[in-house]
Nanobody, 128 residues
Framework: QVHLVESGGGSVQAGGSLRLSCTAS????????MAWFRQAPGKVREGVAA????????YAADSVKGRFTVSRDNAKNTLYLQMNSLKPEDTALYYC?????????????????????WGQGTQVTVSS
């Protein structure tokens, strides 16, 4: 069992920055995909960014491209999400997820069913 714990959420003003962290523990994770998702009140969960761990290729949703960056520190078993130029519409509960995908990663990373492990989430609130 892989256990994921997020941290780094908080309240910021529009234009500000936050860095989320997700630390994995428990059984050795053998999947090839780690990602961040978010869910705002009354909205469906959406994929934010992901990293294909074998080669470090990253993917991001159009709504956050150029503002958010996903990265991973293998030695620390930690996934990061650097969020810059935050907007009120970025307000959501942010989840870390770990999973596995075969085939077209670019078209699949955003689908939640590819992820077997999920964290509890960390709240990000952006005020205008």
């Amino acid at each position: 069992q892989v256990h994921l714990v997020e941290s780094g959420g908080g309240s910021v003003q529009a234009g500000g920055s936050l860095r989320l962290s997700c630390t994995a523990s428990g059984a050795s994770y053998r999947g090839n995909l780690m990602a961040w998702f978010r869910q705002a009140p009354g909205k469906v969960r959406e994929g934010v960014a992901a990293i294909y761990t074998p080669i470090g290729v990253t993917y991001a949703a159009d709504s956050v491209k150029g503002r958010f960056t996903v990265s991973r520190d293998n030695a620390k078993n930690t996934l990061y999400l650097q969020m810059n130029s935050l907007k009120p519409e970025d307000t959501a509960l942010y989840y870390c997820a770990a999973g596995d995908v075969r085939g077209d990663v670019r078209g699949s990373w955003i689908n939640g069913y590819n992820y077997a492990y999920w964290g509890q989430g960390t709240q990000v609130t952006v005020s205008s």
